[in-house]
């Protein structure tokens, strides 16, 4: 070996190449270094927004319904309008007897033979006529007033119900209350007669006809009761509206 030979610097091989070289020949895909990391990945967690929070998957409890008439809500109209349908329910009674009781009551009174007879009937009198029809509307008013009534019942905050059926109470209380005092004066007179005009008393004779008026005029002013306390109850219902 020759001097020159001696002094020729030593190539210098990378060990990269050699394991890229040494992959190649075995078949594998060469391995490549990993990039560095980017400055959006160095950024510290904390700066992240919050994930946004998972919904319960648990549903909330189902309430217990109460019935309506038990809301405290609405307790204290919901009885006033419960009070209210009951008292139309017991006003019909009176007012409908009263209309019945007149407009039978008819009595034949025989003196010394059969073609010789006094004769009471409701419709000789026009106050017992005017009696019994305004009985008869007071019967069919209370009638019609119950679907109004039962729907104040179901919703209390219906103030516009409430004033009409104080608007057509009154009227009825008007009309009710000068039907029972002219029927109840043609009672007391047919009972005690007037002896400055010398009218005798007819009551001696015709009983069934007194007792059928008598008792009509009773159960009038009891439907007269009736509606005045459906007159109060409504407007102090509409007051605390």
């Known amino acids: ?78 009885c006033v309008a419960l009070i209210d349908f009951l008292l139309r329910i017991a006003a019909f009674g009176p007012t409908l007897a009263a209309a019945i009781a007149t407009g039978t009551s008819d009595e034949t009174l025989s003196v010394f033979t059969q073609f010789f007879q006094f004769h009471a009937r409701f419709d000789d009198f026009p106050a017992f006529l005017f009696f019994m029809v305004a009985n008869a509307i007071a019967a069919g008013y209370l009638v019609l007033s119950l679907p109004f009534s039962a729907v104040v019942v179901l919703r209390p905050q219906a103030t516009g119900l409430r004033l009409l059926l104080l608007v057509c109470d009154t009227i009825m209380v008007g009309l009710l209350t000068a039907a029972a005092a002219a029927a109840a004066a043609i ?55």
């Open 187 to 241: 009672v007391d007179l047919a009972h005690s007669g007037n002896q400055r005009a010398n009218w005798v008393p007819i009551c001696m004779q015709f009983h069934g006809f007194c007792q059928r008026t008598s008792g009509a005029v009773v159960a009038s002013f009891l439907g007269v009761l009736v509606f005045m306390l459906l007159v109060i109850l409504a407007a102090c219902a509409i007051r605390k509206r």
């Open 1 to 78: 070996m020759s001097t020159s030979e001696a002094s020729a610097p030593a190539t210098v091989i990378p060990i990269e190449d050699v394991a890229r070289q040494h992959d190649a020949a075995a078949g594998k895909a060469p391995v490549t270094a990993a990039p560095p990391p980017s400055a959006a990945a160095t950024v510290p967690a904390a700066s992240a927004p919050p994930a946004p929070a998972v919904a319960a998957s648990t549903t909330a409890p189902r309430k217990t319904g109460i019935p309506f008439f038990f809301r405290r809500a609405d307790r204290g109209s919901r």
